[in-house]
C-alpha cells in the first residue's frame, strides 16, 4: 500500500536510521515475512512526533496488530503514561507484550483483546489521542465513537486514509466508499482540525479544538 514514488519512500525510511533497534527490526520481519500490515518507520515516527507535540500521557489505539503502532506511542507517554492496545485476535497479545516488554516500554501498555470499538465503550475517561487502524468498514463508526472522548488539544489520527490512492478514483468496493465517508465525516467536524500527510498509505491528523 504505498501510492508514494518507491525512492522517496525509500528515502524518507532511510533517514529513520535513527530509530533502528533489534526488537523494532524483529517485528519489521515478521511483518514483511508474513505480509502483515504494520504502519512501518516513518509513520512510526510521525505517530511518535504528533503524540510529543500534544504531550500525549493516554492514548487508545483501535486496531493495534502486534504492538508495533503502539511501541512509536508507548516512547512519546512515557513511564507515567498508558497505550491502550485493542486487537480481535489473542495471539497478537501474546506477541505485542513480549515485544513491548523487550523493548523497554511494557510497563505502559495494556492490550484488551476483543472488538477494539467494544474496547473503546468500555474504557473510562478521556483520551490525549485515539488512533484507529482497524478494519475499513469500521472507520466511520470508528471517529463517530473516538471524536468525544478526545480532550481538547488532544489528536484522532488514522491510517490509510489514502487507501492507495482509490479513495481518488472511481472505486467502489465497500471499503473504499467506508474510509470516503471517514474522511469526510473528519473534516465536516467542526470541533476538529484536520490534515491528511500523504506519508505511506496517508494518515490523518485531527486536532480537537
Ligand atoms: C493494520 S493491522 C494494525 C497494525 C498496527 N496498527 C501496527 O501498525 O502495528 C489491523 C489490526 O486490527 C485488528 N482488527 C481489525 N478490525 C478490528 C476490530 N473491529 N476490533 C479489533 N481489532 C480489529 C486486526 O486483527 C489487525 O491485527
Given at each position: 500500500m504505498n501510492f508514494l514514488d518507491a525512492a522517496v519512500s525509500d528515502y524518507m525510511a532511510d533517514l529513520?536510521?535513527?530509530?533502528?533497534h533489534p526488537v523494532l527490526v524483529e517485528m519489521e520481519k515478521q511483518a514483511s515475512e508474513e505480509g502483515f500490515p504494520i504502519v512501518g518507520r516513518t509513520v512510526g515516527a510521525a505517530l511518535l512526533t504528533f503524540a510529543s507535540a500534544v504531550g500525549a500521557r493516554r492514548v487508545m489505539e483501535l486496531g493495534s496488530g502486534f504492538g508495533y503502532s503502539a511501541y512509536w506511542f508507548a516512547q512519546a507517554v512515557g513511564q507515567q503514561g498508558e497505550v491502550i492496545l485493542t486487537d480481535g485476535d489473542s495471539a497478537n497479545q501474546e506477541k505485542a507484550t513480549d515485544y513491548l516488554s523487550r523493548l523497554g516500554v511494557g510497563d505502559r501498555c495494556r492490550f484488551v483483546v476483543g472488538d477494539a470499538l467494544e474496547s473503546l465503550g468500555n474504557e473510562q475517561g478521556e483520551f490525549d489521542i485515539v488512533y484507529c487502524d482497524i478494519d475499513k468498514h469500521d472507520y466511520p463508526r470508528a471517529f463517530a465513537s473516538a471524536r468525544q472522548r478526545i480532550r481538547s488539544g488532544g489528536l484522532y489520527m488514522c491510517d490509510n486514509v489514502l487507501w492507495s490512492g482509490r479513495v481518488a478514483t472511481d472505486d467502489a468496493d465497500e471499503w473504499t466508499q467506508a474510509i470516503r465517508t471517514h474522511n469526510e465525516a473528519v473534516y465536516g467536524a467542526d470541533d476538529f482540525l484536520p490534515v491528511i500527510v500523504p506519508i505511506r498509505d496517508g494518515v490523518v491528523v485531527a486536532l480537537k479544538k
Open positions: 529513520c536510521k535513527r530509530f533502528e
